[in-house]
């Protein structure tokens, strides 16, 4: 059982333009979220979190937008840079743990 | 500053051995975290611990286990290894219970 989906493994983006990821849950008792970049042979790396509390977030080029009553969040990178080309994972949590989503595979295109 | 250590990078087994795998916090962090990825697919949680107490654990058999030091360092101990067991295992670790987790670059462990 997924709890929280990244229904787009991909994602092309010219550079410059707006790059929009999407995250989907299942759980309503989840309530912080975050975002996580991935490279290859590196861990993931922290980008950007919101609580439940919150619809918005936003931190230089990544804005991270929560619809609780969807059960969806978002992450937009605007301007899009070739260096953002990566997986891209969200993450949820309601306790100790948190779940991961699958992953999206960002390429920015220069 | 020194980020999330983890050792070794790489490691091949066969089929039956054991395995420890360690991890050493950001300095200050209390709380350490396992996961497992394995190719096209999201970390999966294993275990959490705190203050050297195990604070959650995730959908994995009793052949994986954990524990923290006094240093808040920690180990992964998988036991009876199987070829499923393949993955890149990823520490993380935050200040406290909840919060923003920070990764190690993980140990890829191959099981033949």
């Known amino acids: 059982d997924q709890q929280v989906k990244q229904n787009s493994p991909s994602l092309s983006v010219q550079e410059g333009r707006i790059s929009i990821l999407n995250c989907d849950y299942t759980n309503s008792m989840f309530d912080y979220f975050l975002w996580y970049k991935k490279y290859p042979a590196e861990g993931p790396t922290f980008l950007i979190s919101?609580?439940?509390?919150?619809d918005k977030n936003e931190d230089g080029r990544f804005t991270v937008f929560l619809n609780k009553s969807a059960k969806h969040l978002s992450l937009h990178i605007v301007p899009s840079q070739p260096g953002d080309s990566a997986v891209y994972f969200c993450?949820?949590?309601?306790?100790?743990?948190?779940?991961f989503g699958t992953g999206t595979r960002l390429k920015v295109l220069a | 500053d020194a980020g999330v250590t983890q050792s070794p990078t790489h490691l091949i087994k066969t089929r039956g051995q054991h395995v420890t795998l360690r991890c050493s916090p950001i300095?200050?962090?209390?709380?350490v975290s396992w996961y497992q990825q394995v190719l096209g697919q999201g970390p999966q949680f294993i275990f959490q611990y705190y203050e050297k107490e195990e604070r959650g654990r995730g959908n994995f058999p009793d052949r994986f286990s954990a524990r923290q030091f006094p240093n808040y360092s920690s180990e992964l101990n998988v036991n009876a290894l199987l070829l499923g067991d393949s993955a890149l295992y990823l520490c993380?670790?935050?200040?406290?219970?909840?919060?923003?987790?920070?990764f190690g670059p993980g140990t890829r462990l191959t099981v033949l």
């Open positions: 993450a949820a949590s309601g306790t100790y743990k948190y779940i």
């Open positions: 300095s200050g962090h209390k709380s």
């Open positions: 993380a670790s935050s200040l406290a219970v909840l919060g923003e987790q920070f």
């Open positions: 919101i609580s439940s509390i919150k």
